[in-house]
């Protein structure tokens, strides 16, 4: 059974920072590329950063690009998203998802979430 579990978000101040993991499961990580995705209220679904199941390549929304890096750890088969300089636009429902190589912008897998609030 594969399973995507996000941790790290909270509550934080402009200006501040927060480091998401995205432990998974049940799959071959090194297979996978990564993404993290957010949602905030009222809004659509959006892209935030991916990275090649290689980690050779890495991508970013030009919302967040200078300020927020992704990152793998094929050790622990984590994924990891260090967002610095937050403003309160990033507050959102923050989701990790995992995709077959070779497949690029196709997600199979989803985690549940986890909540990112930036006051300001």
């Known amino acids: 059974q594969v399973q995507l579990v996000e941790s790290g978000g909270g509550w934080v101040q402009a200006g501040g920072s927060l480091r998401l993991s995205c432990a998974t499961s049940?799959?071959?990580?090194?297979?996978?590329?990564m993404g993290w995705f957010r949602q905030a209220p009222g809004k659509e679904r959006e892209f935030v950063s991916g990275?090649?199941?290689?980690?050779?390549?890495?991508t970013y929304a030009d919302s967040v690009k200078g300020r927020f890096t992704i990152s793998r750890d094929y050790a622990k088969n984590t994924v990891y998203l260090q967002m610095n300089s937050l403003k309160p636009d990033d507050t959102a429902v923050y989701y990790c998802?995992?995709?077959?190589?070779?497949?690029?912008?196709?997600?199979?897998?989803w985690g549940r979430g986890t909540q990112v609030t930036v006051s300001s």
């Open positions: 998802a995992a995709g077959l190589r070779g497949r690029p912008g196709e997600y199979n897998y």
């Open positions: 990275i090649t199941w290689s980690g050779a390549r890495t």
């Open positions: 049940g799959l071959t990580f090194s297979l996978y590329d």
